[in-house]
C-alpha cells in the first residue's frame, strides 16, 4: 500500500508559480506511475500530468503543456508538480495519485490518492 499527503498549494495571483509536493509512504514508491490531477468545483476530476516509475517518461494534459512539470524523487518518496505560468483556470484542488499498472488520464488506472491540495489562481 502507498499513502500519499500532497502539500505545497495557496492562494497566488495570475502568473505566479507554485511548486507541489506529494510524499509517499512505503517502500514501493519507485514501483509506481504517479500522476497529478485536479478537480474544479462542479467538474469531473482531470488528468493534469504524469511520470514514469523512473522518472524517465512524462505526460501532460494540453492545458497544462509548457507551463506544468512533473518530476519525482524516488531516494524521497517524492513526487513534484512544478507550476509556472499560473492563471484563473487552473484553480482546483490538486490530487497526486500512484498507478501500478501504467499512466493514465482515467483516474481509473489510480488505486491510491492523496488528500488533495487547493490551488486557487486570482485574477
Known amino acids: 500500500q502507498v499513502q500519499l499527503v500532497e502539500s505545497g498549494g495557496g492562494l497566488v495571483q495570475a502568473g505566479d508559480s507554485l511548486r507541489l509536493s506529494c510524499a509517499a509512504s512505503?517502500?514501493?514508491?519507485?514501483?509506481?506511475?504517479m500522476g497529478w490531477f485536479r478537480q474544479a468545483p462542479g467538474k469531473e476530476r482531470e488528468f493534469v500530468a504524469g511520470?514514469?516509475?523512473?522518472?524517465?517518461?512524462?505526460y501532460y494534459a494540453d492545458s497544462v503543456k509548457g507551463r506544468f512539470t512533473i518530476s519525482r524523487d524516488n531516494a524521497k518518496n517524492t513526487v513534484y508538480l512544478q507550476m509556472n505560468s499560473l492563471k484563473p483556470e487552473d484553480t482546483a484542488v490538486y490530487y497526486c495519485?500512484?498507478?501500478?499498472?501504467?499512466?493514465?488520464?482515467?483516474?481509473?488506472?489510480?488505486?491510491?490518492w492523496g488528500q488533495g491540495t487547493q490551488v486557487t489562481v486570482s485574477a
Open positions: 495519485a500512484a498507478s501500478g499498472l501504467k499512466i493514465s488520464t482515467s483516474t481509473a488506472y489510480y488505486a491510491y
Open positions: 511520470v514514469s516509475v523512473s522518472g524517465g517518461s512524462t
Open positions: 512505503g517502500r514501493t514508491f519507485s514501483s509506481y506511475h
